[in-house]
């Protein structure tokens, strides 16, 4: 028997049928550009307003003091706007923080990924994570009312330090690294695994010449935001940092106070002519466009290291 009239109808579409249903997929695929681009255009929008208030300061101070001078006194006269010593305060507790959390953060997610057992390890990766719920005032006042008095003991002349802050700002980090790191490790698949215990290697073997480095490029993104996480941070810097203009002698002597782009923004916005567009109000927004240059640049050095793992994977 033949196909009844009724069925043979209902597959052909009319032009009106035809035309909602290629405008519905327009308006679809519209929307969806629409809101994933909310992002990016933010992001843009940002840097836009940003540099439009960075680039007076160049204009009228130039760059030389400003990234080679260490006389950083906005408020006197004659003033002078050498940030090198708050540059180098930036660096000194991003690079503590990131010698902190990136250790123990990739420890812990190998431990998360293949040494516990699974009902520990749903027990234990929530605590891990809500570290990162803890508001960062509150690790401000840990750092300033408990830490500083522990390094005072230990022999340290404040306790206000660049120390103090890369410890507690790799804390903060943490959660970001053995989420992402655990996350790239998972990825890897059993079969990599399966194949190494299969020719003999132990499971230390495995994890540190097979596994980890099948997840490097997810392990070093984890890295990286990690340490744009410990730049970005404001509260915690600017409590226990000691907010001293200064670079430490020799520049890598934690013990010393410092002070980081992130504190020198919070704390001078306030004081700052925000009428007259004074250049000690430019002068920060030039700080706030290196930073937002800085993590720019993290981000494609991840995305390039990313594409370059995925190359090596597909045999290119």
């Known amino acids: 028997m033949g196909t009844p009239r009724s069925s043979r109808q ?35 929008f940002i840097l836009f307003f940003i540099a439009r208030d960075a680039v007076p300061f160049f204009q009228l101070r130039g760059f030389k003091e400003f990234f080679t001078s260490t006389h950083w006194y906005p408020s006197q006269e004659p003033v002078e706007f050498g940030a090198l010593s708050i540059f180098v305060g930036s660096g000194l507790v991003t690079l503590g923080a990131a010698l902190v959390a990136a250790p123990l953060g990739v420890a812990a997610a190998l431990c998360l990924s293949d040494v516990l057992p699974f009902g520990v390890r749903q027990a234990v990766k929530p605590v891990i994570e809500m570290l990162a719920a803890i508001p960062s005032v509150a690790y401000g006042f840990f750092a300033l009312v408990v830490f500083a008095p522990w390094l005072q003991r230990l022999g340290a002349i404040t306790g206000t330090n ?74 915690v810097v600017w409590m226990a940092s000691g907010n001293a203009a200064q670079i430490p002698d020799p ?66």
Request: neutral net charge; hydrophobic residues 55%; glycine residues 8%.
């Open 10 to 44: 209902s597959l052909v579409m009319s032009a009106r049928a035809n035309l909602a249903a290629a405008l519905s997929r327009w308006l679809g695929n519209g929307l969806l550009l629409a809101i994933t681009s909310v992002a990016a255009i933010g992001v843009l």
């Open 162 to 235: 660049a120390l103090n802050v890369s410890i507690i700002l790799g804390i903060m980090a943490l959660p970001t690294v053995v989420s992402v790191s655990e996350d790239a490790l998972q990825a890897v698949g059993r079969e990599l695994r399966e194949g190494s215990y299969a020719l003999g290697a132990t499971r230390a073997e495995t994890l540190l010449r097979t596994i980890v480095p099948a997840a490097s490029s997810g392990i070093l993104a984890a890295v990286l935001l990690g340490i744009m996480r410990a730049l970005g941070e404001t509260m």
């Open 251 to 316: 520049w890598f002597n934690f013990l010393e106070p410092v002070r980081t782009l992130t504190a020198t923004i919070a704390g001078d916005m306030g004081e700052a002519d925000h009428v007259t567009g004074s250049a000690r109000y430019h002068v920060l927004f030039a700080m706030g466009l290196c930073l937002l240059l800085f993590c720019f640049a993290c981000n494609l050095i991840s995305e390039w290291v990313v594409s370059i793992q995925r190359r090596k994977l597909k045999g290119e």
